[in-house]
């Protein structure tokens, strides 16, 4: 079942998606967001589905000044002011009746999987990463940009941030486009994989402020991973031309609860088919894994059912029956 929801963040309102599985609760929660410039539209609500038909409840938001979520001025995308919107939904999360908020999942695909390692290493209540095709570091992603598109990109990125100082509007560049136009992303066919995410009839902004350009290149999550105490999984695809997969093969051999998926694929193939399905299927097994069951849900005992003094009482007469048994 899928509600509307509205949470606050830095007194500015998102939106997003709660996705409640069937049955009862309290079940572990996965929070998820969009990368560059994407929105929840833009084919979360089939990670969200799948999810949920496993048990997984499941919170999908727009960070403030995209989507459905306020905020002005519109398309305007800061890092530290994302991560702010993670710690806010997570705030909003956990304390849903129907979360178990021992079992808080972080769920995040290119600049977003670079969010939630970032966050995960500043928020002790996260059990565990999911990361897909991830941006983690920035230098290598610039290098792989011509270097006339980095300078024509800093130009932007700088003219964006005098009219910030002189408190004019944006100045916007396009989030994606074809090899021989100034995008973000515009690396040989992932334009095409860009748009391919993005549902009939829905009205797509493809802006986004310019001095992102500036911020993202010195945006490199993966000096956190050693500080991650809670297993995390990174997805990478051999053939990505925008979050190259190099910096993660390297850098998760080193890190002792980090599990690395590698697959045949570029940035975007692995948000519809038939890579999803791959995709999808890792993920799952990696979560059935790692979130486990409590004692008492293993040995049958309905929590909601018994005083917490109770509870105890019965698992323990439980556990010496089986041990006599």
Request: proline letters at 6%; glycine letters at 6%.
């Amino acid at each position: 079942m899928r509600t509307t929801v509205k949470f606050n963040s830095n007194g500015t309102k998102c939106v997003a998606w709660f996705y409640q599985p069937d049955g009862k609760g309290p079940f572990p929660i996965i929070v998820m967001a969009h990368g560059l410039a994407a929105t929840k539209e833009m084919r979360f609500d089939e990670y969200a589905e799948h999810f949920s038909e496993a048990g997984y409840a499941c919170l999908v938001f727009d960070y403030r000044y995209f989507g459905e979520s306020d905020g002005e001025p519109r398309q305007l995308l800061d890092i530290k002011q994302q991560h702010q919107d993670w710690i806010a939904a997570i705030e909003y999360a956990l304390q849903l009746p129907q979360v178990d908020a021992k079992k808080l999942v972080l769920w995040g695909s290119s600049l977003s999987g670079g969010h939630v390692l970032q966050v995960a290493s500043l928020e002790p209540r996260v059990a565990v990463v999911i990361a897909q095709v991830p941006h983690l570091s920035g230098p290598a992603s610039s290098r792989l940009n011509s270097f006339s598109k980095l300078i024509a990109l800093s130009l932007h990125g700088s003219y964006d941030v005098a009219r910030s100082m002189l408190g004019l509007t944006p100045h916007y560049v396009r989030s994606n486009a074809e090899p021989d136009q100034l995008a973000l992303m515009n690396a040989p066919g992932e334009s095409v994989g860009y748009l391919n995410l993005i549902p009939e009839g829905y009205s797509f902004d493809h802006r986004v402020s310019a001095r992102f350009a500036l911020d993202v290149t010195f945006y490199s999550p993966i000096r956190v991973l050693p500080k991650l105490p809670m297993p995390f999984l990174i997805q990478v695809g051999k053939n990505d031309l925008t979050t190259p997969a190099k910096p993660a093969i390297d850098a998760c051999t080193k890190v002792p609860n980090a599990t690395l998926k590698q697959y045949d694929t570029g940035h975007f193939q692995p948000y519809v088919e038939p890579m999803f399905s791959i995709i999808i299927k890792d993920q799952l097994e990696f979560l059935k894994a790692k979130i486990r069951l409590g004692i008492s849900e293993k040995i049958g005992i309905r929590k909601e059912n018994v005083t917490e003094k109770k509870l105890k009482y019965t698992i323990r007469r439980k556990i010496l029956w089986q041990i006599k048994k």
